[in-house]
C-alpha cells in the first residue's frame, strides 16, 4: 500500500491553497472535479488581503463581466431596498478553483478522484471507476460543509446548516439588472440570498432550511417580481449544503491518534462567515495556519493558537447577524438609510 505524508481531500481555496504551500513532504491531493458551486463567486477585501500576502494577482481571464461598486439590499416583506459600497472582484468560481490548482507545485500528486471512505490511517477514493486504497501520516479535511473527513473523525459541529441553491438564468449583459443584490425574506428563509450578473448570465441563489428548500426557493423567485425581478427558464441548477457558525462549538480543528493526525481547513471546520456566508477568506487563512504549523512540536496546539483570532471574529460576528437577520431591526437600519448611497430611481 503507498504511503503518503499527508493527503488532502478536497481542492477548493483551503485544499489547494494548503497544498501549494507545504514543502518537503509526499502529498496526494483528491478533488471532486472542477464544477460551479452555488456561490457568489465574489471575491471579498479580506480574500483580495490574503492574495496580497501570498504576492499573487488575479488573472485577467478569471474575471467576469460586470465588475461591482456596490450590492443591492432587498426586503421583500417590507419592500425597502438600499445600495450600499462594496469592493468585491466578480469572478468564475471554476476558473479560480482552476488556477489555484495550477498554482500547486509539480512535486505535490493532484487526482480528480472521490475520497469513499477513510479508516483509521487508510483512505480510500474511487478513480476511473476503481478503487484505490492508499494511507498517510496526516490526514487533512477540505472537502466542505459535508465534510466525509469531518463526519469520520468528529462530533456533529454545533452550527446552523442550510441548503444553498442556485441558478443561471441567460440575460443581455448590457442591460440586465441587478448586477449585485443581496436578499432577505423572512417568509421563506432566516439566511440570505443574492443575485449577480456574470458575463451574459444572471445567477440566484440563496440558503434556505432543509426543510421544504426548494419550495422555499421557488417562492422566493415569485417574491422579487415585486421588485422587477423575473427569474424565468433557468438553464441550470445547482446546489450544496452550507454552514452558519453561532458558537466556539460550531469549529473543529484536529485530532491526534496513536497512527496518524486529522485536521480541517475551510468550511470543513465550520470556517465560514455567519453574516455573508463568504468562505474565501477563511479558507486562505485556516491553510496558512495548519501549514505553518505541520512542523511544529505540537501541530495541533500552534494551529489552535493560529487560528483562535479568526475564530472570534466568526463568533463575534453574529451581533452583526442580529442586525441583519432580525426583520425588526433589519428595516429599521434601512428606513434610516445609514451608510447607503442614495441612487437616482429613475435609473435604478
Given at each position: 500500500?503507498?504511503?503518503?505524508d499527508?493527503?488532502?481531500i ?7 491553497t ?6 518537503n513532504?509526499?502529498?496526494l ?6 464544477k460551479?458551486?452555488?456561490c457568489?463567486g465574489l471575491?471579498a477585501?479580506?480574500?483580495?488581503k490574503s492574495l496580497?500576502k ?7 481571464h478569471?474575471l467576469?463581466d460586470?465588475?461591482?461598486?456596490s450590492?443591492?439590499?432587498m ?6 431596498q438600499?445600495w ?10 471554476k476558473?479560480?478553483d482552476?488556477w489555484?490548482?495550477?498554482l500547486i507545485?509539480?512535486?505535490?500528486q ?9 479508516n483509521k490511517?487508510?483512505v ?8 484505490y486504497?492508499v ?7 477540505a472537502?466542505g ?6 463526519k469520520t ?9 442550510y441548503m ?13 439588472r ?7 425574506d ?17 445567477i440566484f441563489?440563496?440558503?434556505f432550511p432543509?426543510?421544504?428548500c ?5 417562492l422566493?423567485?415569485e417574491?422579487?417580481?415585486k421588485?422587477?425581478?423575473h427569474?424565468n427558464?433557468?438553464?441550470k441548477?445547482?446546489?450544496c449544503q452550507?454552514?452558519r457558525p453561532s458558537?466556539?462549538?460550531s469549529?473543529a480543528l484536529?485530532?491526534?491518534?496513536d ?6 481547513i ?9 453574516s ?7 479558507a ?26 479568526l475564530?472570534?471574529?466568526l ?5 452583526k447577524c442580529?442586525?441583519m ?7 429599521l437600519l ?7 448611497i442614495?441612487?437616482?430611481k429613475?435609473l435604478?
Amino acid at each position: 500500500m503507498e504511503k503518503f505524508d499527508l493527503i488532502i481531500i478536497g481542492a477548493g481555496p483551503a485544499g489547494a491553497t494548503l497544498a501549494r504551500l507545504i514543502k518537503n513532504k509526499k502529498v496526494l491531493v483528491l478533488h471532486g472535479g472542477f464544477k460551479e458551486k452555488p456561490c457568489g463567486g465574489l471575491l471579498a477585501p479580506d480574500a483580495q488581503k490574503s492574495l496580497a500576502k501570498f504576492d499573487l494577482t488575479l488573472p485577467k481571464h478569471i474575471l467576469v463581466d460586470p465588475q461591482i461598486f456596490s450590492v443591492r439590499t432587498m426586503d421583500l416583506e417590507s419592500g425597502i431596498q438600499r445600495w450600499y459600497q462594496r469592493m468585491y472582484i466578480n469572478m468564475s468560481r471554476k476558473k479560480f478553483d482552476d488556477w489555484l490548482i495550477r498554482l500547486i507545485h509539480d512535486e505535490v500528486q493532484v487526482l480528480e478522484a472521490t475520497c469513499t471512505h477513510i479508516n483509521k490511517n487508510e483512505v480510500t477514493y474511487r478513480m476511473d471507476g476503481k478503487n484505490y486504497t492508499v494511507c498517510t501520516d496526516v490526514i487533512v479535511g477540505a472537502d466542505g460543509a459535508n465534510s466525509i473527513v469531518r463526519k469520520t473523525f468528529f462530533k456533529p459541529l454545533k452550527t446552523r446548516k442550510y441548503m444553498a441553491i442556485q441558478q443561471w438564468f441567460k440575460c443581455d449583459i448590457e442591460t440586465a439588472r441587478p448586477f449585485y443584490s443581496c436578499i432577505f425574506d423572512e417568509k421563506t428563509s432566516d439566511c440570505c440570498s443574492w443575485s449577480i450578473n456574470k458575463s451574459g448570465y444572471l445567477i440566484f441563489g440563496g440558503a434556505f432550511p432543509f426543510d421544504r428548500c426548494r419550495e422555499r426557493f421557488e417562492l422566493q423567485k415569485e417574491r422579487l417580481r415585486k421588485f422587477d425581478i423575473h427569474l424565468n427558464n433557468p438553464v441550470k441548477t445547482e446546489a450544496c449544503q452550507v454552514l452558519r457558525p453561532s458558537g466556539p462549538k460550531s469549529f473543529a480543528l484536529g485530532k491526534h491518534f496513536d497512527s496518524h493526525s486529522v485536521y480541517l481547513i475551510g468550511e470543513a471546520g465550520g470556517f465560514i462567515s455567519p453574516s455573508s456566508l463568504e468562505g474565501f477568506s477563511s479558507a486562505f487563512i485556516t491553510a496558512t495556519a495548519l501549514s505553518d504549523s505541520l512542523d511544529k512540536k505540537n501541530p495541533l496546539k500552534s494551529y489552535k493558537a493560529l487560528t483562535g483570532k479568526l475564530k472570534l471574529q466568526l463568533i463575534f460576528k453574529n451581533i452583526k447577524c442580529v442586525f441583519m437577520y432580525t426583520p425588526f431591526l433589519r428595516k429599521l437600519l434601512m428606513k434610516s438609510g445609514l451608510d447607503s448611497i442614495e441612487v437616482r430611481k429613475d435609473l435604478a
